[in-house]
């Protein structure tokens, strides 16, 4: 582990206290290791050497130092190198890494192939993703109830048609024709079937001739929109 200049080193963040002491003792383990193999050497040359211990720790520490600077500043020299390696590959298309330059391996092909580039998944793509975007668009436009009324027009679907608002009969069992839910704030149309207010506002808005999905009743006249006043009963 580095220590910063003086002049830097009141710009930065002091390093953990863990990690200084686990990188002082990774040190001190290193230097040991080096230290016994030396001394081991200098011991078989020559026995006298082993007096000049401390100035052995001081040139060993000095060229620990040395060879960890020289790493770091190869190591910058290996990235930069395999950046411009890199740069060149895509201007060149030769070699793909660094250590394919060093040696001289260029990757060929072993048949002659011919580049052709096919835009078919792109263009499919691109009309799939376009024909999403106009439905999105023309989907709201589209009036769904006016739709349903014309198709039941043409098939020739028809209903009951004798449910007169007389018979109108409003008890806990009643569902609103179009949610099939308790009506909120039950209206009618002029036939003897309930709805919520919003059911049969909206789609009388959507479609002027709207029909009831129970009878098929249908009533332009905007009078025939009205609360629920025919008898009431608690019976289901």
């Known amino acids: 582990?580095?220590?910063?200049?003086?002049?830097?080193?009141?710009?930065?963040?002091?390093?953990?206290?863990?990690?200084?002491?686990?990188?002082?003792?990774?040190?001190?383990?290193?230097?040991?290791?080096?230290?016994?193999?030396?001394?081991?050497?200098?011991?078989?040359?020559?026995?006298?050497?082993?007096?000049?211990?401390?100035?052995?720790?001081?040139?060993?520490?000095?060229?620990?130092?040395?060879?960890?600077?020289?790493?770091?500043?190869?190591?910058?020299?290996?990235?930069?190198?395999?950046?411009?390696?890199?740069?060149?590959?895509?201007?060149?298309?030769?070699?793909?890494?660094?250590?394919?330059?060093?040696?001289?391996?260029?990757?060929?092909?072993?048949?002659?192939?011919?580049?052709?580039?096919?835009?078919?998944?792109?263009?499919?793509?691109?009309?799939?993703?376009?024909?999403?975007?106009?439905?999105?668009?023309v989907f709201p436009l589209v009036n769904y109830k006016y739709l349903q009324r014309r198709a039941r027009k043409y098939i020739g679907y028809t209903r009951a048609k004798d449910c007169r608002q007389e018979g109108l009969v409003y008890t806990v069992a009643t569902r609103c024709s179009v949610c099939q839910e308790p009506p909120v704030l039950p209206h009618h149309m002029g036939c003897a079937h309930s709805f919520c207010y919003y059911c049969l506002q909206s789609n009388r808005m959507a479609d002027s001739k709207f029909e009831c999905p129970s009878c098929g009743h249908s009533d332009e006249n905007p009078s025939a929109f009205q609360p629920v006043t025919a008898r009431f009963s608690g019976n289901s």
């Open 1 to 137: 582990m580095g220590y910063p200049d003086s002049n830097n080193y009141i710009h930065e963040k002091p390093a953990a206290r863990v990690t200084v002491l686990d990188a002082a003792d990774f040190d001190s383990e290193i230097q040991r290791i080096l230290k016994e193999q030396l001394l081991k050497i200098v011991s078989t040359l020559s026995p006298s050497l082993v007096k000049w211990e401390p100035e052995l720790d001081a040139l060993l520490s000095a060229v620990i130092w040395k060879v960890s600077r020289l790493l770091e500043w190869l190591e910058l020299c290996v990235q930069v190198a395999s950046l411009l390696n890199y740069l060149l590959f895509l201007r060149q298309g030769v070699f793909p890494n660094l250590t394919d330059r060093l040696v001289g391996i260029k990757p060929v092909s072993a048949t002659s192939m011919s580049r052709v580039v096919g835009y078919s998944f792109m263009t499919r793509e691109l009309l799939w993703h376009g024909f999403i975007e106009l439905m999105v668009f």
